[in-house]
């Protein structure tokens, strides 16, 4: 089934370790996004990526850091966890950025840092 | 600053039709979309709305009106299965997708 995947599901990570969300799509798509979501807020954008190979920093990038070396994966990475990234965290793509085309989700990541 | 509204919180009765309001301020305006996230799940897209006026979808539709800022989601037949959050987004100048903090719809038999 054409998607985008995500792992892990869910994580209880300690504060202070280094984790990374994996994301991955098979629509060729270009663009790709993370997201995450808390409670009372909208959606909020980390990073993206119009095509493989860039990234560009969203509207909360402090602590995160992301890769394209390829059009499928796209993972995020947090260097030293703090308990403020305790949140759900999805994963998205589109054909282009720069365009209407609508986001396709994957079904997130649960994180909570202790 | 750019800013999307919506109501927390809505219910309404199984067979009724629910209005879901996003009123926004941002800066320039390239399109407004609808997703649908049932909980624990992730967001799924239902319209998108460019131009003024109503798209009909089924039993969804989503009004326009770029000069007031604001868009309506229309939802008829509920049945039990639309209960979800329903987000509305913006797409700005810059082609940066602007989010509402959603809206839960509450379906009570």
């Known amino acids: 089934i054409a998607g985008i995947t995500q792992a892990p599901t869910s994580q209880i990570l300690a504060a202070g370790r280094r984790m990374t969300l994996r994301c991955t799509q098979d629509?060729?798509?270009?663009?790709m996004y993370w997201y995450r979501q808390d409670l009372g807020l909208g959606l909020r954008l980390i990073h993206y990526s119009n095509t493989a190979g860039t990234t560009g920093k969203g509207e909360v990038p402090d602590g995160y850091s992301v890769s394209r070396a390829n059009t499928d994966d796209f993972p995020l990475t947090l260097a030293s966890a703090v308990p403020s990234q305790t949140s759900v965290y999805f994963c998205?793509?589109?054909?282009?950025?720069?365009?209407?085309?609508?986001?396709?989700f994957g079904n997130g990541t649960r994180l909570t840092v202790t | 600053g750019q800013n999307i509204d919506q109501p927390t919180e809505m219910t309404a009765t199984e067979g009724a039709i629910v209005q879901i309001n996003c009123t926004y301020q941002t800066s320039g305006f390239n399109g407004l979309f609808w997703y649908q996230q049932h909980a624990g799940e992730a967001p799924t897209f239902l319209s998108y709305?460019?131009l003024d006026g109503l798209e009909e979808k089924g039993r969804f539709s989503s009004f326009l009106s770029r000069s007031k800022g604001y868009s309506y989601l229309l939802l008829k037949e509920l049945q039990m299965k639309d209960s979800a959050s329903y987000l509305c987004a913006v797409l700005d100048s810059n082609y940066q997708l602007i989010w509402g903090a959603g809206t839960k719809l509450i379906i009570k038999p």
């Open positions: 998205a793509s589109s054909d282009s950025r720069d365009s209407n085309s609508p986001l396709h």
């Open positions: 709305n460019v």
């Open positions: 629509m060729r798509h270009n663009a």
